[in-house]
C-alpha cells in the first residue's frame, strides 16, 4: 500500500460546483496533515493543514478521520482559477519529512 | 524577502556529467530539502537538513549529494548525470528543524534533461 493515496483524477467540473476530493495514509504514526496546491509548471504552494476538529478557509473546508487513516478536501462554488492539482500531505512518522501523494488534478470550465 | 531561489531554471546535460543544482533561501530557515518530481510519480524527498552542518537521506538519494555549510544555502551534487535522473527538482525550506510539521516553501524549480 502507497503512504498517500488520492484519486488521480482529473476532475471536469463547471464553475460553481461543488468537488471533493479524498485522500488515504498509510502510516497511523503521522501527526501533521497537509493540501498543497500546484499550479502547472509550477512549485507547489501550501494551501491549508487539516486539523483533527476539521477546519475551512473560505470556500475551502479540510477534514480529518484518524480512525480511517482519511483526509478530504472540499471545495464549494468553483471558480477558474481553483484549476490545479491538489496534494494530500502527511509527515513522516519521524517527523523530519514531508510525504505527498501524486495529486488529483481539478479543471473547472465556465 | 526572496524566498527560495533556485539556479538553474533549466538545464541539459550529457550522460556523466556532474553538475550542482543551486539553492538558497533569505528566511533563516533551519529545515531544508530536495525533491523531484516524475509524471505520475509525485514529489519524492531526495536529502534533508535540519540545520547547518546537519543532512540526511531521502526516499531516494543515490546519485545525489548535499552539503550544508550556512544556513541559507543547500546544493545538490549530480555525481555522474544519468537519464533516470532527468526530472524536476525542487528544493524547500521550513522555519523550524520539524521539516514535517511545519510549512514548506518551494523554490520554482529546475527542469533537468540528462541526454
Known amino acids: 500500500r502507497k503512504e498517500v493515496e488520492q484519486d488521480p483524477g482529473p476532475f471536469n467540473v463547471p464553475e460553481g460546483a461543488t468537488v471533493a476530493f479524498n485522500c488515504t495514509y498509510s502510516?497511523?504514526?503521522?501527526?501533521?496533515f497537509f493540501w498543497y496546491r500546484q499550479d502547472c509548471r509550477k512549485e507547489p504552494k501550501l494551501l491549508m493543514s487539516?486539523?483533527?476538529s476539521g477546519n475551512e478557509d473560505g470556500r475551502f473546508t479540510a477534514q480529518l478521520n484518524r480512525a480511517s487513516q482519511y483526509i478530504s478536501l472540499l471545495i464549494r462554488d468553483s471558480k477558474l482559477s481553483d484549476s490545479a492539482t491538489y496534494l494530500c500531505?502527511?509527515?513522516?512518522?519521524?517527523?523530519?519529512?514531508?510525504?505527498f501523494g501524486k495529486g488529483t488534478t481539478l479543471s473547472v470550465s465556465s | 524577502n526572496a524566498g527560495v531561489t533556485q539556479t538553474p531554471k533549466f538545464q541539459v546535460l550529457k550522460t556523466g556529467q556532474s553538475m550542482t543544482l543551486q539553492c538558497a533561501q533569505d528566511?533563516?530557515?533551519?529545515?531544508m530539502s530536495w525533491y523531484r518530481q516524475d509524471p505520475g510519480m509525485g514529489l519524492r524527498l531526495i536529502h534533508y537538513?535540519?540545520?547547518?552542518?546537519?543532512?540526511d537521506q531521502g526516499e531516494v538519494p543515490n546519485g545525489y549529494n548535499v552539503s550544508r555549510s550556512t544556513t541559507e544555502d543547500f546544493p545538490l551534487r549530480l555525481l555522474s548525470a544519468a537519464p533516470s535522473q532527468t526530472s524536476v527538482y525542487f528544493c524547500?525550506?521550513?522555519?523550524?528543524?520539524?521539516?514535517?510539521?511545519?510549512?514548506?516553501?518551494f523554490g520554482p524549480g529546475t527542469r533537468l534533461t540528462v541526454l
Open positions: 524547500a525550506s521550513s522555519l523550524t528543524s520539524g521539516g514535517g510539521t511545519d510549512t514548506q516553501y
Open positions: 502510516n497511523s504514526a503521522s501527526q501533521s
Open positions: 487539516v486539523y483533527s
Open positions: 500531505v502527511v509527515n513522516s512518522p519521524a517527523g523530519t519529512a514531508l510525504i
Open positions: 528566511m533563516n530557515h533551519e529545515y
Open positions: 537538513s535540519v540545520g547547518a552542518g546537519i543532512t
